[in-house]
């Protein structure tokens, strides 16, 4: 087996994670620009171009609050709004507004994204877990029968 040296991210554009999210929102702000009748509804767009942007946002923040377990529930964001902009574009193929091969490189990045962030959330529990001290042993005092609580 081969080491790998993991070298510390010191920007969040710098995360895969982060670059296949600003992809992913590329692809879907093409797909809606070029759609006159997903453009026309503007609720339906707004709502997709909304979730497709907040992926990225969520995993910058999430980088940039500096601490692994926020991060990690930044993450978690990040794919929740993954899944709604992934449910936006599939209602919008229902609504014919476009049609679902024009989609496929979308979801191509949506699902690569979504494997990205959750090793990234992974690695974040994983350094949780080398940097916690090691739990206390119980000062709680068995009780003997007999013993009545004080």
């Given at each position: 087996?081969?080491?790998?040296r ?15 999210a ?13 759609s ?11 709502q ?12 910058a ?7 692994p ?37 979308a ?8 494997v ?12 949780l877990e ?21």
């Amino acid at each position: 087996m081969q080491c790998v040296r993991v070298t510390a991210v010191r920007d969040y554009k710098d995360l895969i994670a982060f670059q296949l999210a600003e992809e992913f929102k590329g692809e879907v702000q093409r797909i809606v620009q070029g759609s006159a009748a997903a453009a026309r509804n503007v609720k339906f767009s707004d709502q997709l171009l909304d979730a497709s942007s907040s992926v990225s946002k969520n995993v910058a923040e999430g980088f940039l609050r500096y601490s692994p377990a926020t991060f990690a529930q930044f993450l978690d964001y990040a794919c929740a709004s993954l899944v709604e902009a992934e449910r936006w574009l599939r209602d919008g193929y229902q609504r014919k507004y476009y049609e679902l091969r024009g989609c496929e490189p979308a979801f191509r990045l949506a699902r690569r994204c979504l494997v990205a962030m959750i090793r990234l959330k992974q690695s974040q529990a994983r350094y949780l877990e080398e940097r916690s001290p090691p739990p206390k042993p119980s000062k709680r005092r068995r009780r003997r029968r007999g013993d009545r609580p004080s």
